[in-house]
């Protein structure tokens, strides 16, 4: 298994800026996709974005709706590393942000780091 470890999160006000980080313990090539999910109180875990993986992609990525404009995703393939910029903070992006990354045989999650928007 691939362990994924997720950092960044904590208090902004609305407005603000973070950049979580998510690294995994091996090389990022483990997976074919790599992904942002977040789970907001008394809400289901929703993706947020993700990212291709792979020597012979392009690095495309997906966004979810309330989130595009504002997020960006991006990977450090000598870093093992992928990244979500998050600017222009809303209340409701208040939630505990996971790292996901998937490709045969792995599904790995993180732990996640919790992210709190204060007006």
């Known amino acids: 298994q691939v362990q994924l470890v997720e950092s960044g999160g904590g208090l902004v006000q609305a407005g603000g800026s973070l950049r979580l980080s998510c690294a995994a313990s091996?090389?990022?090539?483990?997976?074919?996709?790599m992904g942002w999910y977040r789970q907001g109180p008394g809400n289901q875990r929703e993706l947020v974005a993700q990212?291709?993986?792979?020597?012979?992609?392009?690095?495309?990525?997906h966004y979810a709706d309330s989130v595009k404009g504002r997020f960006t995703i991006s990977r450090d393939n000598a870093k093992n590393t992928v990244y979500l910029q998050m600017n222009s903070l809303k209340l409701e992006d208040t939630a505990v942000y996971y790292c996901r990354g998937t490709g045969s045989p792995y599904n790995s999650w993180g732990q996640g780091t919790r992210v709190t928007v204060s007006s």
């Open positions: 990212i291709s993986i792979g020597i012979t992609t392009d690095g495309s990525t």
């Open positions: 091996r090389s990022i090539f483990s997976f074919n996709v």
